[in-house]
């Protein structure tokens, strides 16, 4: 089967320390994203990665750091850095050229107290 | 920079009726729109597509339209279903990124 896995689902932290999310994609795509996601507040874009070993900074990067040392895998930490962490975080691919569809993980919903 | 409206924020509709989700964006410079569907707690799933020299795209009861010169898209639903119950978002991809609505919540009542 193609597609996203992210995990863990549900992820608790401390106040002030790092954590790490997975993503993993079978999809073959160029491009993958991550999102922050809060209520009312729809899709915000975390980082993105158009290729391997190259990644951009999209909205709300601040306190988030990304690596895309291989094709299938974008990991995010989540620093002590960022004020506000607890939120529900999605990763996605998509092609780099043509039609651009976007697929995307089931999600990892991330609680820091 | 892209904004992506979404209107209404939720919509409750009596089950078997038909109806349509709008979606509006700032910038006509798109590659495409898409259209995706959203379960409570899970990640989004793709509905549909539609490239920008597109006018429309079907899949079964669904069928989304696009005019980008007035900057909008609509989400028709044919027969509405319980099933059908959830947040529906659409997305316009720029070039680089894709910029995301805020979703329209639905409610088909039994």
């Known amino acids: 089967d193609g597609g996203i896995t992210q995990s863990p689902k549900y992820l608790f932290r401390k106040e002030g320390q790092n954590v790490t999310l997975s993503c993993e994609q079978n999809l073959n795509h160029d491009a993958m994203y991550w999102y922050r996601q809060d209520p009312g507040q729809g899709l915000r874009l975390i980082y993105y990665?158009?290729?391997?070993?190259?990644?951009q900074k999209g909205d709300i990067a601040e306190g988030y750091s990304v690596s895309r040392e291989k094709k299938e895998s974008f990991p995010l930490t989540v620093t002590s850095a960022q004020k506000n962490p607890t939120a529900f975080y999605l990763c996605?691919?998509?092609?780099?050229?043509?039609?651009?569809?976007?697929?995307f993980g089931p999600g990892t919903r991330l609680t820091v107290t | 920079k892209q904004e992506v409206t979404q209107i209404p924020a939720a919509l409750s509709v009596p089950e078997g009726e038909n109806l349509v989700l709008n979606c509006s964006f700032t910038d006509s410079a798109i590659y495409n729109l898409q259209w995706f569907r959203q379960d409570p707690g899970k990640g989004l799933t793709s509905l549909l597509l539609i490239q920008s020299s597109q006018r429309e795209q079907t899949s079964g009861r669904l069928n989304a339209s696009l005019d980008k010169s007035s900057g909008r898209s609509t989400l028709y639903i044919a027969a509405s279903q319980p099933g059908d119950s959830a947040t529906y978002l659409c997305a316009v991809h720029t070039g680089n990124q894709f910029y995301f609505g805020t979703g329209t919540s639905l409610t088909v009542i039994p």
């Open positions: 996605a691919s998509s092609t780099a050229a043509g039609a651009y569809e976007q697929y």
């Open positions: 990665s158009q290729i391997v070993n190259d990644f």
